[in-house]
């Protein structure tokens, strides 16, 4: 009998999630609209260090408001990450403007300061200044956000920092998802903590997050039948959702916790092994380790292979995914402006996301273990 599947990243509920829904139950509360919400916004808020939170069905429709509220439009230019999850960039595309990539740099596999600066001066010297950055920081990695900061400063470019997989993660103490005009959180399913999909949108201005929830609700004018004089989206959080975020936040910290212990599990696991690299956290930069991932370097190891890795792992039942495909290589965006080099389609083809739950349990880790090892001995 096949023993049981082992995921990359599950779901992990605490002890308080279902308590919560019962009583948004038991109140009625089962709508776009209630006080779980409110509280949730508050939590993200105290938790993120951002003065103002709202939140929405996805971390994508957080991107697409906030894209909405910089006035992004027909044939604008926005600069965004290429190494990302598709949620950060087809936004850019909802608003029929011109999604523009940017390589990563290796030390933290995010956006390349230099990369940047030089597609912000393409398109200067064609009259077409940006309007918008999308910074991502990848599987809880945060961006060199001093130096891109810096940047989009000097440029007076707003920057949207994509901090889907970043909850928790910080950089000299700050979390990610405040550094941005704007930041935006997800919690899909397979995130640090979920709702079981949903998203935040991040801001210390107050209107504009104000204008986020109007937004996000139909964009109702006030009156007692239903005006609209701008376009709006059915994007709120229910209100049951928001349960669930209030009990998950209680064990955020848990959770980083264990994921971190888990990057340490395969720091070790693979210690003696020629040829395998890791994604180190550079002085000052902390990671939720949302997914432990390795590179391997074949030209120091032939041995090793991802495609070949992931398959053995799949053969046991255990789950593990090549790392993202950079969105300057995918069907949907090749006509697209790329800047940069290989970092990105690099990180891909030699990339691995290995089972990165919290809730992977010791017995779980001994399969995986022994899968890696037998592998490694052929
Ligand atoms: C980097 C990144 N950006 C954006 C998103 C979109 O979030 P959602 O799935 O909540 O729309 C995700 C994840 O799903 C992500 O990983």
Not at 185 to 214: H, V, Y
Not at 301 to 316: C, I, T, V, W
């Amino acid at each position: 009998m096949q023993e049981e599947k082992i995921w990359l990243s599950s779901p992990h509920m605490g002890t308080e999630e279902l308590k919560n829904v019962q009583e948004a139950f038991a109140t009625n509360w089962v709508a776009p609209v209630g006080p779980f919400i409110n509280q949730f916004e508050k939590n993200l808020s105290q938790y993120t260090q951002v003065k103002h939170a709202a939140v929405v069905q996805s971390g994508t429709a957080a991107i697409h408001i906030a894209l909405r509220l910089l006035e992004v439009k027909t044939d604008d230019v926005v600069l965004c990450q290429s190494f990302t999850f598709i949620g950060s960039s087809n936004p850019i595309t909802y608003q029929n403007a011109v999604p523009v990539f940017i390589d990563s740099e290796k030390e933290t596999w995010n956006m390349c300061p230099e990369a940047l600066e030089t597609a912000i001066k393409y398109h200067l010297n064609k009259g077409k200044k940006p309007k918008a950055i999308i910074v991502v920081h990848l599987y809880g990695m945060p961006a060199k956000m001093k130096e891109i900061e810096a940047i989009a400063k000097r440029h007076e470019i707003p920057i949207i920092e994509d901090a889907a997989e970043a909850l928790g993660s910080t950089i000299d103490g700050k979390a990610c998802g405040s550094f941005g005009k704007f930041g935006i959180l997800s919690f899909n399913g397979n995130k640090i903590i979920t709702t079981s999909g949903g998203g935040a949108l991040l801001s210390n201005d107050e209107n504009a997050i104000a204008q986020a929830r109007f937004l996000a609700t139909q964009a109702k004018d006030i009156a007692p039948h239903y005006e609209h004089s701008t376009l709006g989206y059915n994007y709120r959080m229910s209100n049951i959702s928001a349960a669930i975020g209030v009990g998950q936040l209680q064990v955020l910290e848990e959770r980083i916790k264990a994921r971190r212990a888990n990057y340490n599990f395969y720091k070790e696991l693979f210690n003696e092994v020629e040829g395998i690299e890791f994604l180190e956290e550079p002085q000052g930069f902390y990671s939720n380790r949302w997914l432990s991932c390795v590179l391997f370097n074949q030209a120091k190891n032939a041995l090793l292979s991802s495609e070949p890795f992931r398959k053995h792992l799949g053969e046991n039942n255990i789950e593990s995914r090549p790392l993202w495909k950079p969105m300057h290589m995918q069907p949907l965006y090749k006509d697209a402006l790329y800047f940069g080099g290989k970092v990105s389609e690099n990180l891909f083809q030699k990339g691995l996301c290995l089972p990165s739950g919290s809730n992977l349990t010791s017995d779980e880790k001994e399969r995986i273990n022994k899968a890696i090892h037998s592998y490694l001995s052929q």
